[in-house]
């Protein structure tokens, strides 16, 4: 059974930076297609990453330049790093996999809650 648990959420000044982690554990996270979202209070979730290789992936604008969301195939683990925090970066976190073939089912983890606040 796929299960993905991220981890690295907490309270931050703005400015600041944080690195989250997804592991995943029944599976090989590379042979997914992975993304991470964010769903802030009151608001729909949206796409932050999305992961196109271990070093590469796209952004919105909303985070261009200071999010980088990366792979580690020896960890089985998927990183969002998060550099100039701003308050409205405030959300839980979510990391999201997507198995290519046929069905096409996709996973999520638990959310890992990130506030920006000073």
């Known amino acids: 059974q796929v299960q993905l648990v991220e981890s690295g959420g907490g309270l931050v000044q703005p400015g600041g930076s944080l690195r989250l982690s997804c592991r995943a554990s029944?599976?090989?996270?590379?042979?997914?297609?992975m993304a991470w979202y964010r769903q802030a209070l009151g608001k729909e979730r949206e796409l932050v990453a999305r992961?196109?290789?271990?070093?590469?992936?796209l952004y919105p604008d909303s985070v261009k330049g200071r999010f980088t969301a990366s792979r580690d195939r020896a960890e089985n683990t998927v990183y969002l790093q998060m550099n100039s925090l701003k308050p409205e970066d405030t959300a839980v976190y979510y990391c999201?996999?997507?198995?290519?073939?046929?069905?096409?089912?996709?996973?999520w983890g638990q959310g890992t809650q990130v506030t920006v606040s000073s």
């Open positions: 029944g599976t090989i996270l590379s042979m997914y297609n």
């Open positions: 999201n996999a997507i198995d290519p073939r046929p069905g096409r089912r996709e996973y």
């Open positions: 992961i196109l290789s271990d070093i590469r992936a």
